[in-house]
C-alpha cells in the first residue's frame, strides 16, 4: 500500500514581512548547515562498510529526504508569495495583516492578527487568513458583528479594535 494523499488545497500566497523571513531564514539553515552535516554524517557511516544492515546510514539518508522535501516546499512556496508590507489605504476595515480585538457573548475579549496560512500561530494569536474565523472577519469595520460557524454552533463576536503594524523596511 503507498502512501499517495491527495494534494490539498493550496494557500492564501500572502504572507507578513516577517514570517517571510523566518519561512527564507529556515530554508537557509537547511541548505547551508543541516544538510551539509547530515551528509557528513551519511558519508562516514557509509565508509563503515555494508549498507544494508547500517542503521546509521539508513536514517541518514531518510534524514536527507526529509530535508531535501522541505528544502523543495520551501523554495517553491516562497518563489509564489505576495509579501504585504503596508496596511491597506483603509485601514479602519480588517484585512490581511490587521490585529483585531474581538469581544464573544460572554464578555470575553480575544486579540488576533490575520496572517499567511506559512506562519499561523494560536499561541500568539495569529491566525490563517483562509481559517473560518478570519473569513468572518474580513472586510468588518469597528463595532461590527461577525458570525463564525464553529462545531458548537454560531458564534457572534464583536469587532471592538482593528490595527496594523508592519515594520517599515520589507524583506
Known amino acids: 500500500m503507498g502512501r499517495w494523499r491527495p494534494r490539498g488545497t493550496p494557500g492564501s500566497k500572502y504572507i507578513t514581512p516577517e514570517?517571510?523571513?523566518?519561512m527564507n531564514r529556515e530554508l537557509q539553515t537547511?541548505?547551508?548547515?543541516?544538510?551539509?552535516q547530515v551528509t557528513q554524517a551519511v558519508q562516514e557511516a557509509a565508509a563503515q562498510g555494508d549498507r544494508s544492515?547500517?542503521?546509521?546510514y539508513i536514517y541518514g539518508k531518510k534524514q536527507l529526504r526529509e530535508i531535501d522535501r522541505r528544502i523543495r516546499f520551501l523554495s517553491k512556496?516562497?518563489?509564489g508569495m505576495v509579501v504585504v508590507d503596508r496596511p491597506p489605504e483603509d485601514t479602519g476595515k480588517v484585512f490581511f495583516g490587521a490585529w483585531v480585538e474581538v469581544e464573544d457573548e460572554d464578555g470575553?475579549?480575544?486579540r488576533y492578527r490575520l496572517v499567511g496560512p506559512d506562519e499561523a500561530d494560536g499561541g500568539q494569536g495569529y491566525i490563517s487568513v483562509d481559517a473560518p474565523l478570519a473569513r468572518a472577519l474580513l472586510g468588518?469595520?469597528?463595532?461590527?458583528?461577525?458570525?463564525v460557524r464553529t462545531p458548537a454552533g454560531?458564534?457572534?463576536l464583536y469587532v471592538n479594535k482593528i490595527w496594523y503594524q508592519f515594520p517599515e523596511a520589507a524583506p
Open 77 to 79: 512556496r516562497l518563489d
Open 53 to 56: 544492515e547500517n542503521a546509521e
Open 30 to 36: 537547511l541548505w547551508k548547515e543541516t544538510r551539509p
Open 140 to 147: 468588518k469595520r469597528e463595532d461590527d458583528e461577525a458570525w
Open 19 to 22: 514570517g517571510y523571513q523566518a
Open 108 to 110: 470575553n475579549t480575544h
Open 154 to 156: 454560531e458564534r457572534c
